[in-house]
Each structure stands twice: as C-alpha cells, then as structure tokens.
C-alpha cells in the first residue's frame, strides 16, 4: 500500500515533464526539501506507474518544473489504475470522439 500510517500523504497531483522533453506524466506531491549543493527549496514528487503505482518513480524537482492541476488524489489514483481510461473531466474537455471515458462518480461530483 502506499501508506506510511502516519499524517504524511500526497498533497496535491501535478503534471511534470517525464520521462523526457515532450511527455507528461502526472506526479503526486509528497513534500519539499533542499537538496546539498541548493539553498533553493525542491518540490518532491512521486510519479506512479501503471498498473502498478507501488513501482513508480521519485522526482526532485523546482517548482517551476511542475504545472499545478486541480485534479485530486483520488482522481489520479483512479487514472494510474485503470491505465488511463477513466479520466477527470478536467482532463477530457475539448476532446471530440475518442480519448478516455468519463467517470460517473467524477461527473456528477458537486463543487463547493
């Protein structure tokens, strides 16, 4: 599980540059740190792989290295394990035919 028990979780989801210039892949944030040769503070994600979020990768990066989502945890998780079929709509406005299936839970979610 990715868990630790405790009160440390991911605290928001975030698209980065991965595994090279040209491609996203979506990372959970897990916290901030300095790295020993930078006074600059780090942003440290973690991105998931699919099917298997347990294997996923770690990022260090600069906060201007990430682009910020209003996608939630549990949407995310929701994508990683299903391979990306199922996506927020967020993520599908502007597509036409093709690309993904809607949620329903997602969809019929009220905003605040």
């Known amino acids: 599980a990715l868990s630790t028990g405790s009160q440390h979780e991911f605290s928001r989801v975030v698209f980065v540059e991965w595994p090279r210039p040209g491609v ?9 740190c300095h790295m020993p040769d ?14 298997n979020p347990t294997s996923g990768m770690l990022a260090i990066l600069d906060e201007d290295q990430v682009t910020e989502t209003d996608i939630t945890v549990e949407e995310a998780m929701k994508v990683v394990f299903s391979g990306g079929i199922i996506l927020p709509d967020m993520m599908l406005s502007g597509l036409r035919n093709g690309g993904g299936r809607r949620d329903p839970q997602l969809s019929e979610r009220q905003e605040p």
């Open 24 to 32: 996203t892949a979506m990372g959970l944030v897990t916290g901030h």
């Open 38 to 51: 930078s006074d600059t503070m780090k942003i440290v994600v973690y991105i998931p792989t699919v099917p």
